[in-house]
């Protein structure tokens, strides 16, 4: 029997993969497969796909995994004969449901695999993020990349300067060209290396959340006449905290480092939905002070909330980003691609940008295009670059190309 293996991650430069942990997917949706194994083979596990459970049960009898993401999707008695069939192969490891459906139902499915003796996770829903599939292996102690329990204390970076601002390249969609930026933070250990957000971010204080909005704002700002003078559009954006929208005199700043240079609502201070959706009073009075400045906000991670903005009459913001857990599916006929079509559709209601986070293939590209989305970012075009890495790799892009006749 053939075990339909569609794709099995980078098992190390030396070949070798005997101790590292194992996981398979089971799942119809090649971007829900795609998006778990992009997500664990960065944190040191080897992924296995499948089409269908046959297949990973075919697979499970040559190699054991040590946790199984499966989407059965169907509900009911087919779901629990699935689940039953998994018990009766000897499957040890803890399984991780995963579903569109109706969370009553699929609750019920995962008690049933419990009443079989399976170890049921709790379910996750669709569409998957990435931060739970990353915290779901820190917890059953799968991760083996040389982060996984690194953490340092955000004062400790602040106070040794080791932080650095490097940026994400934005596409226009229409136009096909460089339209900005958007900047991430990184700490630069002397002992460890560069280190993403999730190793000095966890649990840091309000108050050095403040101290690093203002540290990245400035050097943004300062970024940003660099890259003015290289000829690289100039329209950025940073990550800022709901709590720091009042903590921070933004006007000050903007006024100190005279941005002369940045257009109208070109530089932006992005808010995640999940912070700023119901403060709406608030972000209309920060986008008005930040208006005479040439500056706006943006709604980041956007997606759970459309719903609530649909009677709105009016929002203060310049952009809004659609969630990259939507986009990963966007190519593909359900909720996913309903969304992000009906995001794009509100903003342009409202006279502003759609922005794509996290776009990866050709396939949502061309999707997001015939939305009529306006931005994208993503590993598609590029991952987050240090500044003069950045400026390098736009100065290249924007470098006409010579005819196809012309070519040697």
Not at 4 to 29: N, S
Not at 119 to 127: D, E, V
Not at 265 to 291: G, M, P
């Amino acid at each position: 029997m053939s075990t339909d293996i569609l794709v099995a991650a980078d098992r190390g430069t030396d070949g070798a993969d005997g101790d590292a942990p194992r996981c398979f997917v089971v799942d119809q949706e090649e971007a829900a497969r795609r998006l778990i194994a992009s997500t664990l083979t960065d944190v040191g596990v080897v992924v296995e796909q499948f089409r269908d459970t046959r297949a990973m049960l075919a697979a499970f009898t040559v190699a054991r995994a040590q946790v199984i993401f499966v989407d059965l999707g169907t509900s009911g008695n087919a779901a629990i004969e699935t689940i039953q069939t998994f018990a009766d192969m000897g499957v040890d490891c803890p399984i991780q449901l995963m579903s569109g459906l109706n969370a009553v139902l699929v609750e019920g499915i995962r008690k049933a695999g419990q009443d079989f003796g399976l170890t049921m996770l709790p379910a996750m829903s669709k569409p998957l993020r990435t931060n739970s599939i990353r915290e779901l292996a820190k917890e059953l102690g799968l991760r083996r990349d040389r982060l996984g329990s690194v953490q340092v204390p955000l004062s400790e970076a602040i106070a040794n300067h080791w932080l650095e601002v490097w940026y994400q390249p934005k596409i226009d969609l229409k136009k096909r060209t460089l339209f900005g930026a958007e900047a991430y933070v990184r700490v630069r250990h002397p002992e460890h290396g560069v280190l993403p957000p999730e190793t000095f971010l966890a649990g840091a204080k309000d108050d050095a959340l403040v101290v690093l909005t203002v540290h990245v704002l400035k050097a943004t700002l300062a970024d940003s006449v660099l890259f003015a003078e290289a000829g690289i559009p100039a329209h950025l954006s940073i990550n800022v905290p709901k709590a720091s929208l009042t903590k921070i005199p933004f006007g000050n700043i903007f006024m100190a480092h005279q941005q002369k240079h940045l257009k109208a609502n070109s530089f932006l201070l992005e808010v995640t939905e999940r912070e700023i959706i119901q403060d709406l009073a608030l972000a209309q009075r920060v986008a008005a002070q930040l208006n005479a400045y040439n500056a706006g906000l943006a709604v980041d991670n956007f997606g759970t909330e459309y719903a609530a903005l649909v009677r709105t009459t009016t929002l203060p913001f310049t952009e809004i980003k659609i969630d990259r857990s939507y986009v990963a599916n966007c190519n593909l006929q359900g909720i996913s691609r309903g969304i992000c079509a009906n995001v794009v559709e509100l903003a342009h209601k409202f006279g502003i940008r759609a922005v794509a986070e996290g776009v990866e293939t050709p396939k949502e590209l061309e999707a997001l295009q015939q939305m009529g989305c306006d931005l994208a970012q993503g590993y598609l075009f590029a991952r987050p670059l240090p500044r003069n890495e950045f400026i390098a790799l736009a100065q290249r892009r924007m470098k006409p190309r010579a005819p196809a006749s012309q070519a040697s």
